[in-house]
C-alpha cells in the first residue's frame, strides 16, 4: 500500500487533535490542503477513517485499527533521518534509554562506564521512568530500550527482555515497629499489617510480584497507600505509614527510620533489560555486550 508521509502526518494529527482546526494548525497547514490528504489516503486505503458530523470528528474503527498500527512510523521516520543527518555531519549515535531511579544503583553505573569507556562519542540520554512509562516509550519507539525492573506480566510484541542481575526483596517497617529489632522474619508475621506499596498502574509486574509472595505467605496485603516511586513508598515506611515489601538496594534510603529486614525463605527478583527489536543498531549491539559483560563478572 503506497501512501506519503505528509499524508501519516496529516492523519495522525487529525486523530490525535480530533479536530481538523487544531490539526492543520499543528502542522502549520491551511486546513484545505489538510482535509485533501486526509480524503487522498482514505481513497488510497479504501476505507473512511473518520466521521465528520459538523464540528464533531470521530475515528472510524478502521481509523482507531490504522492509528494503532501506524503510529510508531513517523516518530521511526523521524529517528532515522535525524541519524542520517548527524551521521553526514560526523556526529555520533545516540541510545535513549531508561531506568528506574529506586534501582539506580552500582550495577547501572558499571554498565554505563563499562559501554563509555569503548564508546565515548555515543549520546547516552537516560530517562527516569516507572516500569509502565518506559514500556508504552519503548513500544512506540520513543525510547531504545529500559531497565524496567522485572518481567512484564504482558509482553509486547517486539520488544526482548534480558535478564541481566538478580535482587533480594526485603521486609521494610517503621524503626519503632514490633518487628524492627529482628534479624530475620517470616512474611507470614506481616499478616495484618498495613502495606503501603508501588502503584500496579506504574509497575504492574512488581505489583503482581508482591501479591503472589504475600499470598503463598498466606496472607493478601492490606495496602493504604501507594505511590509510583519506590522512594517514596520507602519514605512512607519511615513516616509510619505502614510497612512494605522492597528492593534491598532502597535498604540505606531510609537512614534511621525505617529497618530493612531479611526475610528468612529468601525473595528475589530478576532484574530485566528491554530492548526494541525495531531498535538495533551497532552501538545498541555493544551496549549489550556491555550489559553482559557486567551481569557475569
Not at 543498531?281 to 550489559?291: E, V, Y
Request: include cysteine; hydrophobic fraction near 45%.
Amino acid at each position: 500500500m503506497d501512501y506519503t508521509l505528509r499524508e501519516l502526518e496529516c492523519f495522525t494529527a487529525v486523530a490525535e487533535e480530533l479536530s481538523f482546526t487544531r490539526a492543520a494548525r499543528r502542522l502549520h497547514l491551511a486546513q484545505p490542503p489538510l482535509s485533501r490528504h486526509i480524503r487522498t489516503l482514505e481513497e488510497r486505503l479504501g476505507a473512511q477513517l473518520f466521521d465528520r458530523q459538523g464540528r464533531t470528528v470521530a475515528m472510524t474503527p478502521a481509523g482507531r485499527l490504522f492509528y494503532e498500527e501506524s503510529r510508531g512510523i513517523l516518530a521511526q521516520l523521524v529517528r532515522a533521518g535525524e541519524l542520517a543527518r548527524r551521521s553526514a555531519m560526523g556526529e555520533s549515535e545516540r541510545l535513549r534509554i531508561g531506568f528506574v531511579s529506586a534501582v539506580l544503583g552500582p550495577e547501572i553505573a558499571r554498565v554505563l562506564r563499562v559501554f563509555r569507556e569503548t564508546h565515548p562519542t555515543v549520546q547516552l540520554m537516560l530517562h527516569d521512568l516507572p516500569p509502565a512509562e518506559q514500556m508504552r516509550l519503548i513500544a512506540e519507539g520513543r525510547l531504545d530500550a529500559g531497565f524496567v525492573g522485572l518481567t512484564p506480566v504482558e509482553r509486547p510484541a517486539g520488544i526482548r527482555f534480558i535478564r541481566w542481575r538478580r535482587e533480594r526483596v526485603l521486609a521494610y517497617v517503621p524503626s519503632g515497629h514490633r518487628l524492627a529489632r529482628q534479624p530475620k522474619i517470616d512474611l507470614a508475621e506481616l499478616m495484618g499489617e498495613r502495606f503501603v506499596a508501588v502503584s500496579s498502574e506504574a509497575a504492574p509486574a512488581f505489583a503482581v510480584f508482591i501479591q503472589d509472595i504475600c499470598r503463598k505467605a498466606g496472607f493478601r496485603p492490606r495496602v493504604v497507600l501507594e505511590s509510583a516511586r519506590a522512594q517514596a513508598v520507602a519514605v512512607m515506611v519511615a513516616a509510619g505509614s505502614g510497612v512494605a515489601l522492597l528492593p534491598e538496594s532502597l535498604a540505606d534510603f531510609t537512614g534511621g527510620s525505617a529497618v530493612a529486614i531479611p526475610v528468612k525463605k529468601p525473595v528475589d527478583i530478576e532484574h530485566v533489560f528491554a530492548v526494541s527489536s525495531a531498535r538495533l543498531s551497532p552501538a545498541m549491539d555493544d551496549f549489550l555486550a556491555a550489559l553482559k559483560k557486567t551481569s557475569e563478572a
